[in-house]
């Protein structure tokens, strides 16, 4: 398959082939997948599968999309992060020359073959506007050839037709003949009267239908709370959807900084009232309960960001006081979970 064809989701997968099994190995032993992780199972699943079978060419074949996508993520972020400081004000659409530039700057400082092979097969995988510098990069230097995807044929024995004994194909059809020799026995020999409408009354012919209309495609989908949350917040609030600054509480307790308990970050309004909001944090570290957040860019957010799973209750002193970094578009709501 060549670069022309492969999809980016094969990027993702020849990476994860690419890259040095104990590399993926070890990045993947780092990750919390215990039960009460919150982590979706689509993606938590295969993950503890390749963390106990240790098979990573089964996984880069075979796993779902998400947890594959999930792994190669985890592997290109420190790099990606580098790359990004690197293009400074170009990180958003960078020309061929500025990416090679960063990425020549990224090997200088000591990053390997495996960092880079994830990073550009990430922003593949993920179709940021580098994404063609990404595959043109890719293909030129040998030292980052990606293996192909090993064909998976199917089971010969699964497609050919099972051999079925005559004397018991003969039973079958003797049975399909006792059955329709039956239901013709048991069919009433005179057929039912019509019934004849009294009066001269005709019947008004029915109206002919009316256009098919369109469907009603719900643009924004409706996050879905606790009881208690509901009392308190409503998730159809025209503040939804926005992103604000405020005082976020921290997850634990910072051993270094004890004393301090909440910190000013961004978060996404999930729901409103008239005095508060119920936030997802945003942050600058990933971990088990955190995706990338894609709008980071566009928002002008100085670094990877990303979104926590958890929601957290603030209080703002009335909606009009709170500061504003911008709003989600229907699409980068929908894709949050």
Known sequence: MTSATSSPAHYVRRALLKIDDNTVLAAVDSLDLRGNAKISAVVGMPLRSLQQRRDVTAFAIGAPIAAAKGLLELLAMEPLEKVIAALG???????????????????????????????LCFAVGEEFAAAPHCRQLLDERSELALP????????SALLAP??????????RKARREEEKKRRRNSAPIHPARPVRVKGDKKVAPAPPPSPAEPLAVSERRRMTLTPSELEKFDPDHPFVGTIVLGEVPFDAVDPEIPEQRVKQRPALVVAASDVGVLVRGIYSNPSTTRILFQPWRRLGFDHVSYID?????????????????????DDEWNTLH
């Open 89 to 119: 004000d170009h990180a958003d659409s960078p020309s061929y020359e500025q990416l090679t530039s960063a990425v020549d700057q990224l090997i200088a400082d000591g990053a390997t073959n495996d960092d880079v092979v994830a990073l």
């Open 148 to 155: 192909e995807l090993p064909e998976i044929a199917p089971n």
């Open 162 to 171: 099972k051999p079925v004994d005559p004397e018991v194909r003969a039973q």
């Open 309 to 329: 799973d958890r929601r957290t209750a603030l209080l703002l002193g009335g909606l009009d006081e709170a500061q504003r970094l911008g709003r989600l578009t």
